[in-house]
Antibody, heavy 119, light 110 residues
Framework: QVQLQESGPGLVKPSETLSLTCTVS????????WSWIRQPPGKGLEWIGF???????SYNPSLRSRVTISVDTSKNQFSLRLTSVTAADTAVYYC?????????????WGQGTLVTVSS | QSALTQPASVSGSPGQSITISCTGT?????????VSWYQQHPGKAPKVMIY???NRPSGVSNRFSGSKSGNTASLTISGLQAEDEADYYC??????????FGTGTKVTVL
């Protein structure tokens, strides 16, 4: 079955750029939306955005000015870039697949990776 | 966009039924039949329990059911069990082609 795995630095300095990659295994990246979702410690889930396999994107309005999500179909990967980070961006970052056709759900999810913003 | 509103906590005794509400607007919950519900145990990734308002994925217990009325969706857990103790989140697409999650509900089994 399809599995997702997040990778990237666990510590980022304030004002710098957070970069994460999600590797998709066990299936093709084609014909799906690929999403990033985060969860600050002790808080709820926040949808960051998604990229369609063709490259089109949609972002959370509250993060739109700082977020870029891209896809590399040759590597079966998609990536997140979040610029000008602050402590408020400290969170567990999850990648997940979303189907644009029924059944419409976020599934599967990666295990999540904690990113801490600190100097 | 604002998070969908859920009660912070709901509790029940084993065997009882509980219901978690998820209130949005006509631009999200009320406008689409694509509300989904996720269960999250501590330190784990969320797991889909209900999709498209009332459908259960294969392998999810039939003790979990979903419904929607107007701008409010609901998740009901019947025959509450200790393993149901977790956080639950609803999610919906929006009219802006984005997605929004609920504020989350902690379910406690007394």
């Amino acid at each position: 079955q399809v599995q997702l795995q997040e990778s990237g630095p666990g510590l980022v300095k304030p004002s710098e750029t957070l970069s994460l990659t999600c590797t998709v295994s066990g299936g093709s990246i084609s014909n799906y939306y690929w999403s990033w979702i985060r969860q600050p410690p002790g808080k709820g889930l926040e949808w960051i955005g998604f990229v369609y396999y063709s490259g089109s994107t949609s972002y959370n309005p509250s993060l739109r000015s700082r977020v870029t999500i891209s896809v590399d179909t040759s590597k079966n990967q998609f990536s997140l870039r979040l610029t000008s980070v602050t402590a408020a961006d400290t969170a567990v970052y999850y990648c997940a697949r979303y189907s644009g056709t029924p059944p419409k759900w976020f599934d599967p999810w990666g295990q999540g990776t904690l990113v801490t913003v600190s100097s | 966009q604002s998070a969908l509103t859920q009660p912070a906590s709901v509790s029940g005794s084993p065997g009882q039924s509980i219901t978690i509400s998820c209130t949005g607007t006509s631009s999200d919950v009320g406008g689409y039949n694509y509300v989904s519900w996720y269960q999250q145990h501590p330190g784990k990734a969320p797991k889909v329990m209900i999709y498209e308002v009332s459908n259960r994925p294969s392998g999810v217990s039939n003790r979990f059911s979903g419904s929607k009325s107007g701008n409010t969706a609901s998740l009901t857990i019947s025959g509450l069990q200790a393993e149901d103790e977790a956080d639950y989140y609803c999610s919906s697409p929006t009219s802006s082609s984005t997605y929004v999650f609920g504020t989350g509900t902690k379910v406690t089994v007394l």
